[in-house]
Every structure is written in C-alpha cells, then in structure tokens.
C-alpha cells in the first residue's frame, strides 16, 4: 500500500530558493531583493520573505502598495511591485529578538502565511550560522541556495561555513554571486578588494560562480530609493541585469538528479522507491534510521528492531524526513544519499 507522502508546500509554491552569505554587508539582500524583481520581471508569480530578524532592510528596497494584514492567525503578505513580501520590520516585535521569540516568527511566516501560489519564493537568509538560520534551513523545505560573497578571504571564511551549514542540511548550492568584484571608472576598472573570491568559493563547495557584481555608488542609491534598475534604460546597468537574467537561467535548469514516481510500503518494516526513471530500491525503517544523517545523530548507531514509520515528508525537491513512531526523526534524506544505501529490486 501507498506509504503517505506529505508535501509541506500548503501555498502551492513551486520552488522556495534561499539567498545566503554568512556575514552581513555583503549585498545579500540585494542579491535577494533583485532577484525578486527579476523573476517578476519576467511575469512570474513571486513571494519574498526577509528573515534578517536582526537587521532587515528590505522593507527600505520595496515601497509598500498593500501592507501585510493579520486575519485571524493568518498572516496576508504585503504586495511591492506585484511581488508578495514579509519582512520583519513590518512588525513592532522584530526589536530585540531571541531564539525563542525568532522560532515563532520563523513558524509563522513559514506555515501560517497565505502566499498563494507562486512560481518562486525567495527567502533572505540572516547573517551567521546561529539558532535563527538553523531553525530556517530545518523549517523551510528550500531547494537550494545561491551563497554571496565578496573578493576578500574575511568574507570567503565566513560564506564557509553558511555553506557547511546548508551542506549538513543537505540543501543543495545553486551557484555563487561575487558582489562589488570591481569598480568601473569610464573603460578601467578597479578591484578594490582583491581579485578570486568567487573563483575560490566555487572550487570549495562544487558549484558554478553565475555572476560578477560591480560596486556602483549610482546603484546603491537606486537601492535606497525603493526604485529598480529594470525601470531604468541606462546602459551602466545593462551588467546588473545581465547577471540577474543569468542568475534566472540557472534557476531554470537546475535540475535534481532523481525525482520520486511513487513511494510504496514492503510489509509494515520496510517501504520501496520507484524513481521517474523506472529503477526501484527497498529501504528497511531499522537500517535508515540507523543511518540517519542529521548532525545529532552519532555513526555505528544501534538499529532498532520492528521499527515502523507513519509517513515521510518531501523537503524542496530533493530529500524525504522519515516519520520514525520512534528513534530520530530530524534526518533528512537526500535523493542521492538514498540511492547509495537503497537495496535494489
């Protein structure tokens, strides 16, 4: 019989994609904010949700035309430039916020906001690797992240270990932005910071370097207007717009590796995979749990016998959570980790 598969996408969003750095001042909400108009720009349905509990700006980016209502204990988006958006200065709370406190936003704006149906929700991820973004990456079912960095090594160190953290949570990397790479003055142009950051980060953790961003005084007031480069025909940012529309095709043909058919039980201890192209393996509930790859979990666990689950749970489209009656249930299990350890029938 069919193993329940739950799809934790209540909204009907296609694909949520986080924007990450590590640090702040490194123009990752640029990058996120951008990156919104882009798609939108482009006549696709957009959420954008700002989770810098300590220093959001987006709110400065994106003038309201509807501000975000609470009905009940439902949260309505705001709407800017035709894009859903939530930014915790939106709220009186946001000042001083603790991890407690930060968890109920993050299960607020994650499961009782009604985003509707969109094509792409884009989430700003806060600096650091603390309790806040732990809590996002475990809450929010991604199905990737673009990390942004600087040329400099301070920044490199930093974006690290953003990318361990999403590494241990299984989310894959997307690509690498590189902001304020250079300065252009007339036809030179100046790397201010140093050269190969980028480069440097895209050998470490596997994935493409997608775009160059130049540090542009004129931009940056832009920015703080509220106002877009897409509304502007100015052939100075022609660049910004051409690494966005890259950044956009990378979205769009960022395939994973397997996708799941269908998800069946084999007795009441073990459940089966059939993948979309046709191969089929068995997992017994005891040795996946005993294998579980959560950072909490130790390695040569002791399987435990007659185990059973109640469900998995699809996480973005790449992973399943295990709903174990007992053991850990934090593991998420990526496609290709399940296709290594899988018995094939």
Known sequence: MPLPIAKPKKNSIKK??????????????????????????????????????????????????????????????????????????????????????????VHQFINKTA???LDYLILDFPPGTGDIPLELAQKCPLDGVILVTTPQDLALLDVEKAWGLFKSMRVP???????????????????????????????????PLIGKLPLDPEMGRLSDMGISFWLSEREKFTIFKDVFLNILSHLESFVKTKAIKSITTVGIYAFQIEWE???????????????????????????????????VTLVGDYALKVDFNEGCKKGIYPFEYLIKIGVEK
């Open 173 to 207: 990397v997307i690509g690498i932005i590189e902001n304020m790479s250079y300065f252009a003055a007339g036809n030179e142009t100046f790397s201010l910071f140093g050269t190969g950051g980028g480069e440097k980060l895209s050998q470490k953790v596997q994935s």
């Open 115 to 117: 985003w509707g149906n």
């Open 277 to 311: 192209d046709g191969k089929i393996q068995e997992f017994e509930l005891s040795k996946l749990e005993a294998v579980c790859p959560c950072a909490g979990c130790q390695k040569d666990k002791t399987p435990i016998l007659n185990l059973q689950a109640k469900g």
């Open 16 to 105: 949520i994609i986080g924007i990450a750095a590590g640090k702040g001042g490194v123009g990752k909400s640029f990058v996120a904010a951008n990156l919104a108009r882009t798609l939108a720009q482009k006549g696709l349905l957009v959420g954008l949700l700002d989770a810098d509990f300590y220093g959001p700006s987006l709110d400065k980016i994106f003038p309201l035309s509807k501000p975000p209502v609470l009905e009940g204990d439902v949260l309505i988006p705001a709407k800017a430039e035709g894009i859903s958006f939530l930014s915790i200065a939106h709220f009186s709370e946001q000042m001083n916020v603790r991890a407690p406190i930060a968890a109920k936003w």
